[in-house]
């Protein structure tokens, strides 16, 4: 059974894009949710709390959404952290390269609520949550 | 160059195959120092960006148009929903009121009790569907992140262009106040220019669906990623 109480951090530089997925997150049931505004502040958001879950975009200011999971997966205290990508980028080496550095799943841009439910569950049933 | 048409013109205008021939030698004379100087190239560049820029605006066009036709579809069909519960709401309430004011027998009120009973019972699915076209009003404001991104993308081609023509009038323009002018311009791009150099793997939204290489829908990703194994 999903935890609904999941502490999820949405990572976006792009207010609206946050706004959107925290509005679904909220319809599938999932109120604690944090905001990041690029790679960097994720980071720290994520180093200062205890979040179980990301959505990260892609493209981004300061620091991109592929280096952050790359930190996130090099850091002892957050490598098992789930990471979900949501991003525009629709190059299959951005696909490619976001599988290999270790994300857990990748939406591209525009994208429907039915698919962020179908991907969010697919990625807590794999890991049991 | 002008003076010397302009005084050919004034003269002798029997002459006119001469002013032709001086007409022809002057625009051979411009395109050959242009390309001496190299500045074909950097014209060329800008006219390149060109195309580019408009699959972008056109690719902006269309989302937002989506984007309100879309909203704008899901407030259609939420409106009539959300009237028909207040309408039923009031129609019921007049008839408790009634009641009140001059109550009757229990079993005439039973009816009364039923209609409430069947009224209460379906506002939840009525809000469930209005809520649902809520929704869909919020998913189609992705847009913005989406034309942002192309948005920016073409705010540092149009830069690049007006680059190229800077560097073009900047090598035909003489020594003097305008040129200072003008490379002072020059170099507040340069400064900007190089932040926004392209990194292979930060496109943004693809503006052309017959881009090569590139996914056009969810499943194309989900199945490069089974493909992938992963």
């Given amino acids: 059974m999903t935890d609904k109480n999941m502490s999820i951090l949405i990572v976006d530089d792009f207010p609206t894009m946050r706004r959107i997925v925290r509005s679904l997150l909220k319809e599938l049931g999932f109120t604690n949710v944090e905001e990041a505004e690029d790679g ?12 179980q879950f990301v ?20 850091d002892d205290a957050l490598k098992d952290t789930p990471v979900l990508m949501i991003t525009a980028e629709a190059k299959k080496e951005n696909i490619i390269a976001a599988a290999k550095a270790g994300a857990n799943g990748y939406i591209v841009k525009p994208f429907t609520a039915a698919t962020l439910e179908e991907k969010l569950n697919k990625i807590l049933d794999k890991l049991g949550k | 160059m002008n003076i010397d048409v302009a005084q050919l013109a004034m003269g002798d205008a029997a002459d006119s195959d001469e002013l032709v021939q001086r007409i022809g030698k002057l625009t051979r004379m411009l395109r050959q120092s242009m390309r001496e100087l190299g500045l074909n190239k950097e014209v060329e560049k800008a006219a390149q960006a060109i195309p580019d820029a408009r699959d972008r605006l056109s690719y902006v066009a269309q989302m937002t148009e989506q984007a309100a036709e879309r909203s704008l579809n899901a407030i259609d069909r939420a409106q009539p929903l959300s009237d028909t519960l207040g309408d039923d709401a009031e129609a019921l309430g007049k008839e408790w009121d009634q009641w009140f004011e001059h109550p009757r027998e229990l079993d005439e009120a039973r009816d009364l009790v039923k209609a409430t009973r069947g009224y209460l019972a379906s506002v939840p699915a009525v809000t469930r569907q209005v ?28 830069q690049e262009v007006e680059k190229q023509l800077l560097q073009v009038l900047l090598d035909s323009v003489p020594e003097g106040e305008d040129r200072d002018a003008m490379r002072k311009r020059m170099e507040g791009h340069w400064h900007t220019a190089a932040v ?3 990194i292979g793997l930060t496109n943004g939204p693809q503006v052309r669906d017959d881009a090569e290489g590139v996914v056009n829908s969810q499943d194309q990703v989900d199945d490069l990623l089974d493909e992938l194994g992963f």
Avoid: C
Avoid at chain 1, 41 to 49: F, I, M, P, Y
Avoid at chain 2, 131 to 158: C, H, P, R, W
């Fill in chain 1, 40 to 51: 960097k502040d994720a980071l720290e958001k994520l180093r200062g709390n205890a979040i």
């Fill in chain 1, 55 to 74: 959505i990260s975009d892609w493209n981004m200011p300061n620091l991109d959404g592929l280096e952050m999971l790359k930190q996130v997966r090099a």
């Fill in chain 2, 131 to 158: 809520n649902k076209e809520l929704l869909e009003i919020t998913m189609a404001q992705d847009f913005q992140d989406l034309t942002g991104q192309v948005i920016k993308k073409m705010m540092d081609v149009i």
């Fill in chain 2, 196 to 198: 926004t150099e392209e």
